[in-house]
């Protein structure tokens, strides 16, 4: 090999390495530390003034623990959920009753290989006769999908709700294909 040549890179990587050393080491001009966590954390944007530490007695303050902030913790969201239904046309539901932060609203998940489009009506119930209705439109194919009421205050605990969901034909005489609802039994259980 040519000694040159492996000269003159290992002068390129030294110099192309200065850089990245001193921002390691930080700035420490006559043992003055600028206190805000300077070298590789303020080079990469880890170091924030806000985040040391008072130090006592004039000494260097010293970084806190590095928070990194992500997305905002959500609410939990409690379900209770009936049975995966099918029916012999091609339609399967599932229906829901979720409680998050105060609100309930109802939820079912479906899939339509009926072949034919369909009307679905979905309607929560709670406690004083309070009732939530939504009618979703399911098209004609075997991709799942959902439909959902708008979120409501609760008004009484979670076991005092109850879903419902019912798919038909949008036709005249509506000839209703699967209901499923959120209490319901599994089948076989009676």
Known sequence: M???LIGIGAGVL???SLPLAGAIAGPDFAGQDDGKGGGLFKTLGLS????TSPSPAGRPAAPAAIQRSGPAEQPRTDSRCGPELSSPHGVEAQTCVLVA???TWGRSYYRNASGHALDAVLTVMGPAGRTVQI???VGAGDEPGLCETPKEDS???PE???AVAEFAVPDDEGQLLLRSGSNSPAPGDG
Not at 48 to 51: C, K
């Open 2 to 4: 040519n000694l040159r």
């Open 48 to 51: 924030d003034p806000a985040r």
């Open 135 to 137: 009618r979703c439109s």
């Open 101 to 103: 932060d105060g609100q």
């Open 155 to 157: 008004a009484g605990e």
């Open 14 to 16: 030294i110099i192309l």
């Open 160 to 162: 005092s709700y109850s």
